[in-house]
Structures are given as C-alpha cells and as structure tokens.
C-alpha cells in the first residue's frame, strides 16, 4: 500500500494548519513558526505524510519518517495548540497495546474495551506491539491500556510515563507510573481446575504451561503444581509442557504429553486456544474425550462452546476486565493514584471431562 492510503486509528490530525498556512520558503530571519507544510516542503513530502508521521502511523516507510523528523528538527516545528491540548489530555482517543497471540482471548478484550469507550465518548485504538517496542502516537492518547503479556513491558512503560500518558494494566501486580490495574486469581482458578480432575480421580494430570515470560502464565502453573501437592501428588516434570498461547504450539505440546508412558488421562491446557489443540491431537491419536482423555482450558472464550465436545475451562471475565480498565482509566487519570479491581473468575464444566476409564 502506498503512503496516505489507508486510514489513521483516529488520532486527532495536525493537517489542520495546512489550511492557514502562509508563504514559500522559510529563512533564518524569517521569525513565523514553521508550519506542517513547511516540513513537508522541507522534507519532499506531502503534508499529509507529515501528519501521519507526526500521529505515529505505521504506514510510512523508515526512510520517509526520518526525513520528515529530520526536516523538523531543522525548522524547529512545534506542533500547534490542538496538539498540546492533546499532550494535556483532551484526546478521545485511547490506545490498547497487545501482543498476546490468541485471537478468541483478544476478541473478547476488543469487545469490552470498546463497549465502555463507545459509552463513554472515546474512541479505541488497538496496536499489536513486540515487547521492548514503543508505542506510536503515544502523546497523542487520553490513555492506554495494557494486555498481557505486555503488563510487564518496562520500555513502554517508561515511553508512556515519558509521554505523559496514563495507563491500566490487566496485571495482578501494580507498576509505578500507573493509575491502576484490573486481574483475576489466576493462580486460584488453575488450583480449583486442577482440583476438579482430582476429584474426578484424575492422578496424571498433564499441563500445558504458557511462556515462561508471560506471568499469568506462571501463576496459572503454580495453582497446578499447588492443588496435586495438596492432595499429595508428585509433580510429574515430564507431564509439564509448554506453550506459547496458540493453537499450533498447543498441537506441539499435546503431541509430546501423549507421547508419555504410561500417558495422562486429563491434561490442562493454560488457555482455550491450546485445549482445542489437545482435542484434535487426541481425535487423529484416536482417543475418546472425555472416555479416555479429560481435557481442561483456561479463558472461557467463544472458542470453548463451540468446539465438540464443549471445553470444560475456568470462565476469565476478559470482557468485564477490558471494560473496567477502560472505565478505571477515564475515572482515575485526573488523580492519578493506583487503583486495583479483582474479577471473579468461575469453573464451567462441560463435555470434555469425566472420570478415568478402569
């Protein structure tokens, strides 16, 4: 696609002065501020172009923004005052940064997140990031909110706090810098999980574990290993697996726990995604589910109910969660102090799991 294209999030534009903008050439005994079409004069570009790179949008190609910045620095634009009101906190824009994999977990963020802006008057951005990239446009947001596993990116927190913008994260752990943060028991839900397959009469129990660098995902494999050690099982290391939060990386893990001797008879998956993984390796092994292979996830997404058979999981109110941090985000940014809220989270079982045969 070619540049000037295709749409911005909705950041508010700085274009606006090409309207009123005066004269061909800018001199050192020239005291008017530079304009935007001074820039992209200066850079060869279109005004246009100028703004995109000025709101932080990813269709511009490297070469291009670094002319343009450069030819900034130059003049000495500064953008006008619609811009420093954005800076202060009048955008109706906020930004939600992800890099989380799975895609029915997102949908559900996407829907609460834009349920409670829509309501509230604001607009929503959603902007895949790796960890240790900064945002774009930051300045330009009334605030943002961050996805796992993105809660415990340290470099765009400090772009954010840098840029002055507010943020809630979905974290059981408050960071400094942010107003406040939305969670659930993770580790509480995967005991109880793991607990309804012992009480099953499960005792090789296999776990899909998420990356080691995402802490949700920790959390979730220290509420399994806590509830076989209450009931006075060893933790198997070799029926731990793991994953990366997506169905293909669940295929890999659910192919090597199957692969054990003597096999699990339940394994827990450590989101929808990953189970749905195991119930299709379990279908080519010929398994029978729940008969011969229990099987478990973690998120409750739409995913869950219309797999066959229906996923037994721990319902996350991803939805809610999204909603609230939005809400937390509008009522707290004006007096900043960290604020927390904890979801309840629920055991739904359905098709997918039942006593071992024998």
Known sequence: MREGE??????????????????DTIDTNDRRPATIVDVAREAGVSFKTVSRVLNGEQNVRGETRVRVMEAVARLGYRANQHARSLRAGQSRLIGVFYSNPSRNYLGEIQIGALQRGNAEGFSIAFEHLEQGGPPRGGAALAGAVLIPPLTEDNTLMASLIAAGTPFVRLSHTLAEGEIGHVTMDDEAAA??????????GHRRIGFIAG?????????????????????????????????TFDYESGLQAAAQLLSAAPRPTAIFAS??????AVLAVAFRSGLRVP????VAGFDDTPLASVV??????????????????????????????GQKAVLPYRLVVRETTAAPEG
């Open 6 to 23: 295709q749409p911005s999030y909705g950041l508010a534009r700085f274009d606006q002065e090409a309207a009123s903008s005066e004269g």
């Open 191 to 200: 005991g109880e999980m793991t607990r309804h397959l012992i009480g099953l």
């Open 211 to 243: 990356p080691a660098s995402h802490p949700q995902s920790l959390l979730r494999e220290a509420g399994y290993r806590a509830s076989l050690a209450a009931a006075g099982l060893a933790v198997d290391e070799g029926l731990i697996a793991r994953g």
């Open 271 to 276: 989101n929808d995604d990953m189970a749905a």
């Open 291 to 294: 008969e011969q292979l229990s």
């Open 308 to 337: 066959y058979p229906a996923l037994t999981t721990i319902a996350q109110p991803s939805r809610e969660m999204a909603s609230v941090a939005v809400g937390m985000l509008l009522e707290k940014r004006a007096s900043g102090a």
